[in-house]
């Protein structure tokens, strides 16, 4: 096996990988020694600090060194890297003044190089297929570097060139993390080891379609198909014509970086608005559409002067199965309405316990951790709390991390990191369950409907304080309309597919009247000012009459 498979493969192969090393082991070797190296040499220097006591003097030199060496080490490294930028309450603030420059703020490659790369790639001189360019990088990342220009037609655009030798390198790094997944498995609990080679899988299956630029175009135009009808979120076109492989050329966004806040805040933009809207896209990717941006760093997020967020560099997506999704939801409101045992049950579905595992002493224990990290409020809840909790049951239960979840955790745990650096006080629930309550109450699907019921019966009961509960919290929403949720409501419980909670309804209102009667007018009282009663009458009436419509049509 040559160089050249390994330097042109498009597609992750581990064991086309390990072949190949293995008959080139001294590679490996070298660079197994520069990584330890690095490292060894930097935790040296900040235990010299310490016993020295000179910490506080050299913390701004021992984060520079931290941030050139991930930038020696190369792309594996500086995403990693990329991801800690994201995450003020776990990195000190030296460090990650530091790592934010990994995201656009790498040394650039030869302008040379790049220019022809491009000709090659396009097969044409840049000067016929742009007006103008800038003579240098506008930014350069971990995998490529950006210029801006204009083209011919005048539309002012980026052009994504990849960096020189990147397949190689990559490859190489992937062989080693996987070689000391491996390693470590064996030591580790079987929970923890059991899917560590399958995540550095996944990890590489998606790099390597990071650097297919052409599969990144491809991935744009899904991800602006999903959210065409939202005029919040803007994705820039791609210009195919001038794109291969290794080059991408797109529209110019023209934004201010979302960590940036002073300018975001001159340019009269509301950090918590911008805030929803990233929290809002990001459960719509995951709970509605199941296509994800896996890499939402501050870097690929961008706040424009007309209040939109857009995102870019669209290499690292990954897509979910609609199980997955409705589960997802299932878990969101299991963990909110505190059903540990409901939410034992959606980890064996998501694949984070095995269908044979007895699940029983694992509720407490869920109960235990996971109630203290809500709170007593669902405003206390933080996405970053609850994993920490979370991975100390991993060593007590048998829990593991599924290799895609692997990308779904650091993508929620990165925006959040991202809210908290606009707005240190944010809690992702004030967003994320209004929004989780309006899908359930809308039910726009079946699968929506049965889980609005199984989220409303509890032990065959009606529970009212769930569906009082949920309708206030979906109220915080200020795009919630009460009316089409009644409608659609209503319509449900008229229709042969409501039929079984007509009856459920019935006996919990047969049940005890004076509860249930108070239970009743204490919900009106919740919805009476956005739902008057001739509302009501007049939605009830077009429902019936939208129903015997619809048998007559049925019946000629």
């Known amino acids: 096996m040559s160089q050249q498979p390994i330097a ?4 992750y192969d581990p064991i086309e990988i390990a072949q190949y090393y293995k008959y080139r082991p001294w590679r490996a070797i070298w660079r197994a020694i520069t990584i330890v190296w ?4 930097f935790v040296i220097g900040l235990k010299w600090d310490y016993w020295r006591q000179r910490e506080e003097e050299n913390k701004l030199k021992r984060a520079a060194q931290l941030r050139e060496m991930l930038t020696h080490l190369g792309p594996t490294f500086i995403k990693v890297g990329q991801a800690l930028s994201t995450r003020p309450d776990l990195v000190r603030k030296d460090f990650l003044e530091e790592l934010v420059k990994l995201q656009d703020q790498l040394p650039p490659f030869d302008n040379a190089i790049a220019f022809a790369r491009i000709e090659q790639e396009l097969g044409r001189p840049i000067g016929q297929m742009y007006g103008e360019i800038s003579p240098n990088p506008v930014a350069a990342a971990s995998l490529g570097q950006v210029y801006r220009a204009r083209l011919k037609t005048g539309e002012e655009v980026a052009v994504k060139v990849q960096r020189p030798n990147l397949r ?15 390693w470590l498995a064996p030591w580790l609990p079987l929970n923890l080891g059991h899917d560590l080679t399958l995540i550095v899988d996944e990890f590489g299956t998606k790099l390597f379609e990071e650097i297919d630029y052409l ?25 195919w014509r001038y794109c291969s492989s290794r080059v991408l050329t797109l529209e110019w966004i023209n934004g201010f970086k979302l960590t940036d806040t002073p300018a975001v805040k001159a340019a009269g933009l509301d ?3 911008l805030i929803e809207i990233g929290v809002t896209s990001g459960l719509q990717q995951l709970l509605e559409y199941g296509f994800f941006h896996a890499d939402p760093h501050p870097g690929n997020l961008f706040a424009m002067p007309d209040g939109r967020m857009a995102y870019i560099d669209f290499g ?11 589960t997802l939801v299932d878990a969101v ?8 045992d409901d939410l034992a049950a959606d980890f064996v579905n998501l694949g984070f316990l095995t269908p044979e595992t007895d699940i029983k002493p694992i509720v407490p224990a869920l109960e235990a951790v996971l109630g203290d990290a809500i709170g007593q409020n669902v405003g206390d809840f933080n996405f970053k709390t609850i994993t920490d909790k979370f991975s100390e049951l991993m060593y007590d239960y048998p829990f593991r991390v599924p290799a895609k979840f692997a990308l779904i955790i650091r993508s929620l745990v990165t925006q959040e990191g991202l809210a908290l650096s606009l707005n240190p006080q944010f809690k992702i629930v004030e967003v994320a369950y209004p929004y989780v309550a309006k899908r359930l109450l809308t039910g726009e699907t079946p699968q929506l409907r049965r889980r609005l019921i199984e989220v409303l019966f509890k032990d065959g009961k009606f529970k009212w304080q769930r569906l009082e509960n949920m309708i206030a919290i979906a109220r915080t929403d200020n795009n919630f309309d009460l009316l089409p949720t009644a409608q659609l409501g209503l319509q449900y419980l008229l229709s042969e597919e409501g039929s079984f909670l007509r009856r459920q309804l019935l006996l919990a209102l047969t049940e005890d009247d004076r509860l249930h009667t108070a239970e009743v007018r204490r919900l009106w009282d919740l919805v009476k000012d956005d739902l008057k009663p001739a509302q009501l009458f007049n939605v009830a009436l077009s429902v019936v009459a939208g129903n015997i419509l619809d048998e007559r049509a049925a019946l000629f």
């Open 8 to 11: 042109q493969s498009l597609r």
């Open 38 to 41: 690095l490292f060894a040499w």
């Open 168 to 182: 190689p390198i990559i490859t190489l790094d992937l062989y080693l993390m996987r070689w000391a997944a491996s």
């Open 215 to 239: 599969n990144e175009g491809r991935n744009a135009e899904k991800f602006a198909s999903n959210f065409q009808n939202d005029p919040r979120v803007k994705v820039p076109a791609i210009y």
């Open 271 to 273: 950090t918590d608005t």
């Open 316 to 326: 690292m997506m990954d897509q979910l199965e609609q199980s997955t999704k409705e």
């Open 333 to 340: 409101v299991h963990l909110i309405n505190k059903d540990y």
